[in-house]
């Protein structure tokens, strides 16, 4: 099981805690973390990524152990202490603006 933070306007899409724990099949890497994400909450779909290319939406952000996963391949494997359940996955809306 994984811990998953999500953004307050994700939450709120998805009528759910801040914190989600996700069984995620192995490997356990950044896709298929949003995938299980995904068909837990189908409403979230499109919204963290595009529909069709799978890509990340512009103003969402990965973290995991205080390190920005968001430039990384969707393959790269979760870090073991989120694996673990040590630490969480966190998506973040990034903030824009002046």
Do not use: Q, W
Not at 14 to 19: F, H, N, P, S, V
Not at 69 to 97: N, Y
Request: charged share 25%.
């Amino acid at each position: 099981m994984i811990r998953v933070v999500l953004p307050y306007h994700l939450r709120n899409l998805a009528r759910t805690d801040a914190e989600v724990t996700l069984e995620v099949p192995e490997p356990i890497t950044i896709a298929a973390a949003l995938d299980a994400l995904e068909a837990r909450f189908p409403v979230l779909r499109g919204t963290i990524r595009d529909h069709g290319t799978l890509k990340r939406r512009p103003f969402i952000r990965y973290f995991a152990c205080k390190e920005d996963l968001s430039l990384e391949s969707t393959d790269t494997p979760l870090p073991a202490a989120v694996i673990s359940g040590a630490e969480p996955f966190l998506v973040v809306g990034a903030m824009a603006g002046g």
